[in-house]
């Protein structure tokens, strides 16, 4: 699964677009009054201004090349504080053969980098933002993981990558996965509770577009 376009809520549009562009140094592919689109590799990932009073925070993941998690690491650190959990600042993940660090952007969001060793995605140039592959993970929050994994499946074709659909589930490949979680549960490493905010996804699919429901999401669909 290959997420092509990701497009989330801010209501600190103009902090994210300078942490972005200037201290993380992606590239700017467009920007309006209300929104901006960066480039993450194969994605376009763009921040739009919230509505109303709402203060969205998503958790999402960029795949970097798997054999640079360390080089990634000292780019990072850099930039940006961090998130510890226990101590540990770089997570193994064996039951995905992947490894990760997760650290906030201005607006409260879990960022990930993740190095999935599944994927001949190595690289042999030094690491900067270019060297990102595509964004690789968006979180859902549902009431129900089952149901929703079940439509999810049914409209998408998309399978179960991991998890129990009660507490957690991975929907997807490594190349693209939809964390879809519980309402209230806590996002990983941070002890956050998560929330529902609007989201829209690009897959790169031949199946038909899909929203959600009675939740703020849609899955839209461009022909590979």
């Not at 991991?162 to 879809?180: E, Q, R």
């Amino acid at each position: 699964m290959r997420i092509t376009q990701l497009t989330l809520d801010t209501h600190l549009l103009l902090a994210q677009k300078d942490f972005y562009t200037r201290q993380l140094q992606f590239d700017l592919v467009t920007e309006e009054a209300d929104f901006f689109t960066l480039r993450a590799g194969g994605t376009q990932l763009t921040f739009r201004n919230a509505k109303g009073e709402q203060k969205p925070f998503y958790h999402f993941a960029f795949n970097i090349p798997e054999n640079q998690m360390e080089e990634a690491l000292q780019w990072a650190k850099e930039r940006v504080q961090i998130v510890q959990w226990k101590g540990i600042e770089v997570h193994d993940f064996h039951n995905w053969n992947a490894h990760a660090f997760y650290f906030f952007d201005p607006a409260g969001n879990i960022v990930e980098f993740i190095a999935r060793h599944d994927l001949s995605n190595e690289a042999t140039t030094a690491f900067q933002a270019t060297s990102i592959t595509e964004v690789s993970e968006i979180g859902f929050v549902v009431p129900e993981i089952a149901p929703f994994f079940e439509k999810v499946q049914h409209h998408l074709g998309i399978p179960l990558y991991s998890g129990n659909l009660t507490t957690f589930c991975a929907a997807g490949d490594p190349n693209g996965l939809f964390i879809i979680v519980p309402k209230d549960r806590l996002w990983f490493p941070v002890d956050i509770p998560n929330g529902v905010f609007p989201t829209e996804v690009q897959l790169a699919s031949n199946q038909p577009a899909w929203e959600a429901n009675g939740l703020p999401y849609s899955i839209d669909t461009v022909r590979i």
